[in-house]
């Protein structure tokens, strides 16, 4: 599986932007694609995830604000922000896991958010 991620950029606070991250090669399923991110100085944190059933888990730090989908037909997940403020500065990681077993990263994209 490889994962390329778009959209990130530079927003205001109070912005919005959406991620994208699609997926190709032999996708195997059941899955589940999240978001995550590092900030610097910080540790990688998730943000979201969701299974390829639908189910969803957010950090608190982004409930009510962030929305998490996917398209499965076309192996893509999608990350709605809302709201953003500057400690949502990070970049972003999309992640590919297979029971927990075969784990792949994407690139990263990195969003800013100015105050």
């Known amino acids: 599986v ?3 991620a778009s959209g990130g950029g530079l927003v205001q606070a109070g912005g919005s932007l959406r991620l994208s991250c699609a ?3 032999i996708i195997f ?3 589940v694609m999240g978001w995550y991110r590092q900030a610097p100085g910080k540790q990688r944190e998730l943000v979201a ?3 390829s059933g639908g189910s969803t888990n ?3 730090s982004v409930k009510g604000r962030f929305t998490i989908s996917r398209d499965n037909a076309k ?3 999608y990350l709605q922000m809302n709201s953003l403020n500057p400690e949502d500065t990070a970049v972003y990681y999309c992640n590919f ?3 927990s077993a075969y784990v792949v990263w994407g690139q990263g994209t990195l969003v ?3 105050s």
Request: charged share 10%; proline share 4%.
């Open 23 to 25: 997926a190709s090669g």
């Open 49 to 51: 995830r969701i299974t």
């Open 2 to 4: 490889q994962l390329q």
């Open 112 to 114: 800013t958010v100015s």
């Open 75 to 77: 192996n893509t997940v």
């Open 58 to 60: 957010y950090a608190d």
């Open 29 to 31: 399923s059941p899955n």
């Open 97 to 99: 896991e297979y029971y």
